[in-house]
């Protein structure tokens, strides 16, 4: 018991640092926008990275690579820069949300997996940190170990998801949304500036 406390603790903490995700999912809920399947998957996609690194660990340090980590990041800013456009249409056209802009399931399911698996955080996170940290243990140890990291995944992304869905009815009209999604491109633009400033950091300062 002792071991799966440790592991979701260990867990939580590293999710609360993954910031577009977790604003992505803040979104999907004060939209009450596929809330279940966009929680769900952010929790399975947790679970399978955090087995990878709790189990097969040594064979994912391709992805420690520079210039993997360069490509990832490089998706990532075209992915977000993509994102910010369409934040941008919608908060200059004085959006009014309705029904009719709610994502489709497809829709949900390409952003929960762009902002998952195009973020190299993640990896460095669930792969990398879990990985390195749960090396050492038992097989038993290790299971008990991923399933609390995952079992904090899970909790917290149905928490963040539903708990913007609750209160999201306070949040219905076109003033408010413009606010959001004037904060949602702030955000992602110093996520963007953030990964720019530490590529150069990483080639030309360090």
């Not at 993954?18 to 926008?33: P, S, T």
């Not at 993509?82 to 952003?111: E, P």
Request: hydrophobic residues 55%; glycine residues 6%; positive net charge.
């Amino acid at each position: 018991m002792d071991i799966f406390i440790f592991g979701f603790i260990t867990g939580l903490s590293l999710i609360l640092a993954i910031g577009a995700q977790n604003i992505f999912v803040i979104e999907q809920g004060l939209k009450k926008n596929n809330v279940f399947i966009v929680c769900l998957l952010c929790s399975l996609f947790d679970a399978f990275l955090i087995a990878l690194g709790v189990f097969i660990f040594h064979y994912f340090l391709f992805f420690s690579n520079t210039l993997v980590i360069l490509i990832l990041n490089i998706l990532l800013i075209f992915f977000l820069i993509f994102f910010i456009y369409q934040k941008a249409l919608l908060t200059n056209n004085q959006y009014t949300y309705t029904k009719k802009s709610k994502d489709t399931v497809f829709q949900s399911v390409i952003k929960t997996f762009g902002f998952t698996f195009l973020n190299p955080h993640v990896y460095s996170d669930t792969v990398f940190f879990l990985g390195n940290f749960s090396k050492s243990m038992e097989i038993s140890s290790k299971i008990i170990f991923g399933l609390g990291a995952s079992s904090a995944s899970l909790i917290f992304f149905f928490i963040l998801g539903y708990g913007a869905k609750a209160v999201s009815k306070h949040i219905n009209n076109a003033y408010a949304w413009k606010l959001i999604n004037i904060f949602i491109i702030i955000f992602m633009t110093l996520v963007i500036l953030f990964i720019i400033y530490k590529e150069i950091y990483l080639v030309f300062l360090r």
